[in-house]
């Protein structure tokens, strides 16, 4: 075939077209999922809270999460009386068996569940030399498992100690907000799991979403505020000393 | 080089002196623009920066991970008996996998996987026994001295806890009171 000046203008366009469905890529596993439209984050109500473990063991399930090693845990608080700078605090294993019973010592004693607080400006994810943990345009911080080094650079970032290196894969693990189940229409494992409520998914750009309501009428704090770090995982009734 | 060139016509000879080594050096720095770019395509995968800074293939690839937890709603579709009972009760708030466990196997296949029976001595236990920590208006039990070794489903329905009077449960606390106060 002869390349005419006609030609040429015509093949020009559509070997553009062409070209732009080959960059795509391939589609995503929920087509009715729109990332732009949603932006999680999760609720946690602390006076709810009874270190039963349900928790710690749904997302161990769910995930295939690797013995002694956690995506979400439950810590034990313990404050004597004034020292609230000094807490005392423990979280046998994770809090994945419940917590023995306690004498009651005084003070306050109360228990706080651990996740990824899936910051929008999340410090993990900026110090990763590679690209392969990132914020997703829905809010979720994610963790590319074949694009990992396992370099521990985030593991040692993250400020609130929720990653470590899965020693299967030996690349970098942490929560991912249940993101195959948050894209299918259901909640995270461990807000299924929770028989007290204390924790909730949240879609912070759904106006329908309870939880601005329960923002706007509680006080609602998030861990290391000082970091700046863009936090999502809203602690309710939560205690000053809780670090 | 010099002479050749000297050879050709006036304008070019002084336009293109000594300018083939510059050639040669453009010739090698094309080349290996064109073997950069070729291993850029490569290695760099394709959906990389198709929304930052990272492979945007990974978010399907995460987001087609298979559930384990089927999720209540799921369960209620077929087990509309206990979503009744459970109405009846404070266990209403509880969701079915959070004491059977992850079901989304038995969802997908009911007639063959069937969800394992529970020991209430663990389950109720998990919750309930008493512990410092608990919020004050949890209803907690030091196991050992409520139920002295009685299983919980004794007495207390899972599904609608509570002691109703005039119910078989309730009889059966009688008894079992009865019987643990004849002991002492």
Redesign the interface.
């Known amino acids: 075939m002869e390349i005419t000046r006609r030609r040429l203008l015509v093949l020009l366009p559509a070997a553009a077209v062409a070209w732009k469905f080959?960059?795509?890529?391939?589609?995503?596993?929920?087509p009715n999922?729109k990332?732009t439209e949603h932006w999680w984050g999760m609720l946690i109500d602390i006076?709810?809270?009874?270190?039963?473990?349900?928790c710690v063991r749904?997302c161990a399930?769910?995930n295939d999460v690797p013995e002694g090693y956690f995506r979400t845990w439950i810590e034990?608080?313990?404050v004597a009386d004034w020292k609230i700078e000094r807490p005392e605090v423990e979280s046998p294993n994770g809090g994945k068996n419940?917590?023995p019973?306690?004498?009651?010592?005084g003070g306050k004693?109360?228990?706080v569940p651990k996740l990824c607080n899936h910051c929008a400006d999340s410090p993990c994810t900026q110090v990763c030399p590679v690209?392969?943990?990132?914020?997703?345009?829905d809010g979720v911080v994610?963790v590319?498992k074949?694009?990992c080094l396992g370099c521990r650079y985030c593991v040692q970032a993250c400020p609130y100690g929720c990653r470590f290196i899965n020693p299967k894969t030996n690349a970098a693990e942490k929560c991912?907000l249940c993101?195959?189940?948050i894209?299918?229409g259901?909640?995270t494992?461990c807000c299924?799991?929770?028989?007290?409520?204390a924790r909730q998914l949240a879609d912070l750009k759904n106006p329908k979403d309870p939880i601005h309501e329960f923002l706007r009428t509680h006080t609602v704090q998030i861990l290391k505020p000082h970091m700046a770090t863009g936090a999502k995982v809203f602690y309710n009734g939560m205690d000053g000393s809780v670090r | 080089m010099r002479n050749r060139a000297g050879q050709e016509g006036a304008g070019n000879a002084t336009l293109f002196k000594d300018i083939e080594h510059l050639v040669r050096l453009a010739s090698v720095i094309a080349i290996a623009l064109v073997a950069f770019v070729i291993l850029r395509a490569a290695v760099v995968?394709?959906?990389?920066g198709?929304?930052?800074?990272?492979?945007?293939?990974?978010?399907?690839?995460?987001?087609?991970?298979?559930?384990?937890?089927a999720?209540?709603d799921t369960c209620e579709a077929c087990h509309t008996d206990v979503v009744d009972q459970k109405k009846l009760g404070k266990h209403v708030?509880?969701?079915c996998?959070?004491?059977h466990?992850?079901q989304a196997k038995h969802a997908d296949d009911p007639g063959s996987i069937q969800p394992a029976k529970l020991d209430t001595a663990i389950v109720c236990a998990?919750?309930h026994?008493?512990?410092?920590?608990?919020?004050k208006n949890?209803p907690q039990v030091?196991t050992a001295d409520h139920a002295g070794g009685v299983a919980c489903d004794t007495c207390h329905q899972p599904h609608r806890p509570k002691i109703e009077p005039g119910t078989i449960e309730a009889e059966k606390t009688k008894t079992t009171k009865i019987a643990a106060e004849g002991k002492k």
């Open positions: 080959v960059l795509a890529g391939t589609p995503e596993a929920a999922y990332l006076p709810k809270c009874i270190g039963c473990g349900s749904a399930e769910e034990r608080y313990h419940g917590f019973p306690d004498p009651d010592e004693n109360f228990f690209g392969a943990t990132f914020v997703t345009p994610l590319d074949n694009y991912t993101y195959h189940r894209t299918k259901l909640t494992a299924e799991a929770c028989p007290t409520g | 995968p394709r959906s990389f198709e929304y930052g800074h990272y492979r945007g293939a990974a978010i399907g690839e995460i987001a087609s991970r298979p559930i384990v937890f999720g209540h708030v509880v969701a996998e959070a004491c466990g992850a998990r919750c026994e008493a512990n410092a920590a608990k919020p949890f030091v």
